[in-house]
């Protein structure tokens, strides 16, 4: 993933483990990359219009006008939110409270409970500083740098 984190011949806009979001065709850098073999790329989709909030919380409009949403630790087919719900998070202080069925696991009893709960979604960060603009809105994040 070092090879795409500062790469200059592209925007990365996100990454994870195995996969980026990029601003470009990976075909254009280098198409001995792209493939279906263990360690090759291979697109998935290409996004109109996208929101990436965290890691692992971010929301893309396809070509078809078809949604995709990942905010970890919910399900979007049970608790489905919108690209405008996730876009107003970056208003400073802004929340979303979304009801979310949780599964509790007890080993010991070999018991599974699930409760309906409610989902707090705001952005926060403890690796990042993030920055507004005079109107409150997020612009961007920066680095935080320890001095001691």
């Not at 078809?64 to 719900?85: D, H």
């Amino acid at each position: 993933m070092s090879d795409y984190k500062n790469n200059p011949l592209f925007k990365l806009y996100y990454s994870d483990t195995d996969s980026i979001i990029i601003d470009i065709d990976l075909e254009t850098i280098n198409k001995d990359i792209i493939g279906s073999k263990l360690s090759e790329w291979k697109l998935e989709t290409i996004y109109l219009k996208a929101l990436f909030l965290a890691l692992k919380v971010y929301c893309g409009i396809t070509n078809l006008s078809y949604s995709i949403f990942k905010v970890k630790g919910i399900n979007i087919k049970k608790s489905p939110i919108t690209f405008e719900q996730l876009k107003s998070l970056i208003k400073k202080g802004e929340r979303l409270e979304l009801p979310n069925e949780k599964w509790y696991r007890n080993l010991g009893k070999g018991t599974i409970e699930i409760k309906q709960e409610v989902y707090k979604l705001a952005l926060n960060s403890t690796k990042r500083a993030l920055i507004y603009d005079q109107k409150g809105n997020l612009i961007k994040t920066e680095p935080i740098e320890i001095n001691e």
